[in-house]
């Protein structure tokens, strides 16, 4: 499976725009193509991607982690170029429209596909996407609010999580890494210093043009 980091803080290309925000390209081997959350900006999601040769008709689904603005900004905009998408949005995420499906999504888990899952809407604030590959489980973040033990324990009830990529805020309990293979702090996560030192060899820096393959 691949994964596109489209929208972050840092850039690692020139010509990608950073800003404040969180959006990513997962694509797993079974076809699917889901954009998780949309960042803060919509032109700069559009223009990132097309940048990363992304077409915006190749998105199937579009998995939005929670309401804030930094993750949902570029939401109407992406609408705009691609209508035909199934949303999948926590159920605290009103208004949203415009696409061929939206599913609310609530505490409990949601099986998106075979080897895709929603950990379901946690503490009421915010969903985490769970990949199921032959290593494990892949777990994508967009900020990480609920407690990060609560998430990891969400999304290990569908095997053992031994790779997480996304936003992690102000997490610091970092032994619950410690059996982690891939790190991939982004956006918002204030101690990446400190997991890069404890963890060089499973640490992968982040940054808008950053691909991870898994």
Not at 1 to 26: H, P, Q
């Amino acid at each position: 499976m691949k994964i596109t980091i489209i929208y972050d803080n840092t850039s690692l290309r020139e010509d990608l725009v950073a800003d404040w925000g969180f959006s990513c390209l997962v694509e797993d081997n079974e076809g699917h193509t889901i954009l998780f959350d949309t960042g803060t900006n919509g032109a700069i999601l559009l223009a990132n991607m097309e940048k990363l040769s992304i077409e915006a008709a190749s998105v199937d689904e579009i998995f939005i982690s929670h309401a804030h603005f930094d993750h949902i900004g570029g939401l109407s905009m992406f609408l705009n170029a691609n209508s035909d998408v199934k949303i999948y949005c926590p159920e605290s995420l009103r208004g949203v429209r415009g696409a061929a499906e939206v599913i609310k999504v609530g505490d409990d888990p949601v099986q998106m596909h075979e080897n895709i899952f929603s950990t379901g809407e946690l503490e009421q604030v915010e969903q985490s996407m769970a990949i199921k590959t032959p290593k494990g489980i892949v777990l994508v973040v967009g900020c990480s609010h609920p407690q990060m033990s609560g998430i990891l324990d969400a999304a290990g009830r569908f095997g053992r999580v031994y790779a997480v990529i996304g936003g992690m805020h102000g997490f610091r309990d970092f032994d619950l890494f410690s059996d982690m293979e891939h790190i991939c702090p982004t956006h918002c996560t204030q101690y990446i210093q400190e997991i890069r030192s404890l963890y060089p060899d499973a640490y992968i820096q982040g940054g808008a043009g950053r691909i991870i393959e898994l």
